[in-house]
């Protein structure tokens, strides 16, 4: 009992460490009042607490997060930030922005349930994935970098924080790689823990907030009435669909760690739950989930794969939503802080990326397979948004975002071209 207890303690930390940054970030893109923050919070760890019994009883059944999906994520900063391009208000991006998601919640229920498992098992190949895992981590990365290097609040380079965000960042990489046992497991915590002390102790104005606002726990479209800006609804629909990426390269991962061959129906269940979970997000303003890939690392690195500390730690963290206070002290965390600890963390991503095409050769014929889509995509995500401002409204939102062109370009060119048949010609 008391080991079951210590490991759901592990879970509940590294479910918060991979949760609490979000919905601040969140608030930040779409100039959310600071109450709502709070209370976005709260539904945070409350929902994905209830995500992950809901996935481990009758989802796919294993000690695997879901959690609020990194793509997703990227997606709704990336469209927060090109609002003004797009000519319309943070408001009415967030009403479309809910409207797309629930869309998006339905359809990959809908699909789950026809057994869309098994046709995204062709279609996301290794290469597709690498170049999936990739753009991910570029698009968080800059997105990170941003928060590190206090561009949040100006448009030049604070270097006191920039300093103090780098000399972090090392902090924690050396904890992860140096550290043992619980010192390396919490190694993102403790940065978290430590590095927002020193910084309230170093900028002591930076970490001033005028508060006292409370918004209520249960809020309907938070992040703008429901709105239809058939672009953006569109690009929102697509990411929910490429979002699968993570249930499959998630269930395929499980196989391995878990020593056991997950079959069709636990595919089908998974994307059930995971389309219930995210049309209940677009209503209730939270970004949307799926299986977390990296929780293969957490089992890896702990040894813990019992379902029962995962409920337990599950249990704890909604017990920690439902406490208003904590909710408003995580709320008050510099952005630049969490972004150091997360922009550590999704540094993987890249390494998750290699393992896909460990053991493909590359030919100066096949290169452009991963080359174009890889390359491309990051070109995208750099040029600014004005520059697709030529293009007709509503492809707009797509054809801006790197990371799905990208994804999409990997999709065709991996799966209509025969690759084996080039490189023997």
């Keep these: 009992m008391t080991t079951t207890f210590f490991a759901g303690l592990q879970w509940l930390i590294f479910m918060f460490a991979n949760t609490v940054v979000i919905p601040i970030s969140i608030g930040e893109a779409l100039a959310l009042p600071q109450a709502e923050v709070v209370a976005a919070i709260q539904r945070s760890f409350i929902f994905t607490g209830i995500a992950c019994i809901l ?81 991910l981590a570029n698009q968080l990365i800059y997105i990170f970098l941003v ?59 930076k970490s001033l907030h005028t508060g006292g606002e409370t918004s209520s726990l249960i809020a309907y479209f938070p992040w703008g009435e429901p709105s239809f800006e058939l672009g953006i609804v569109m690009t929102v629909v697509l990411t929910g669909l490429l979002n699968t990426s993570n249930t499959v390269a998630t269930l395929k991962g499980a196989a391995d760690v878990f020593e056991q061959e997950i079959p069709s129906k636990k595919y089908r269940a998974s994307f059930f ?47 920690l939503g439902f406490t208003p206070p904590l909710g408003k002290f995580f709320s008050l965390m510099p952005l630049s802080i969490g972004h150091t600890v997360l922009f550590v963390a999704y540094l993987q991503l890249f390494g998750s990326a290699l393992r896909n095409i ?31 401002s030529s293009m007709p409204t509503l492809i707009q939102p797509l054809v801006s975002n790197g990371l799905l062109m990208g994804i999409l370009l990997a999709l065709f060119i991996d799966n209509l071209i025969d690759w084996d048949k080039i490189n023997h010609a």
Aim: without cysteine.
């Design 55 to 135: 996935q481990g009883y009758f989802g796919h059944r294993l000690a695997l997060m879901e959690g609020q999906s990194g793509l997703w994520w990227g997606v709704i900063l990336s469209l927060g930030a090109s609002a003004s391009t797009l000519g319309v208000s943070l408001p009415t991006l967030g009403g479309s922005l809910a409207v797309g998601i629930m869309i998006s919640g339905f359809l990959v229920m809908f699909f789950g349930l026809l057994g869309m498992g098994e046709l995204l098992k062709k279609w996301f190949t290794p290469v597709a994935m690498a170049v999936f895992l990739i753009l």
């Design 358 to 388: 460990e053991g493909l050769t590359f030919t100066p014929k096949t290169i452009y397979r991963i080359a174009i889509p890889a390359l491309l995509g990051m070109t995208i995500i750099n040029l600014p948004t004005e520059a697709f």
């Design 273 to 319: 739950i995971t389309g219930i979970l995210n049309m209940i997000s677009g209503v209730i303003g939270v970004v949307p989930y799926a299986p977390y890939t990296s929780s293969l690392g957490f089992l890896q690195s702990t040894g813990i794969r019992e379902r029962a500390p995962f409920i337990v730690g599950s249990v704890m963290f909604i017990m």
């Design 147 to 205: 928060g590190m290097l206090g561009l949040t609040d100006s448009d030049v380079i604070n270097l006191p924080v920039t300093v103090f965000s780098f000399i972090l960042a090392a902090i924690v990489i050396w904890l992860n790689v140096k550290g043992k046992g619980l010192i390396r497991n919490f190694s993102l915590l403790i940065g978290l823990v430590v590095g927002w002390a020193v910084f309230v102790l170093i900028f002591p104005s």
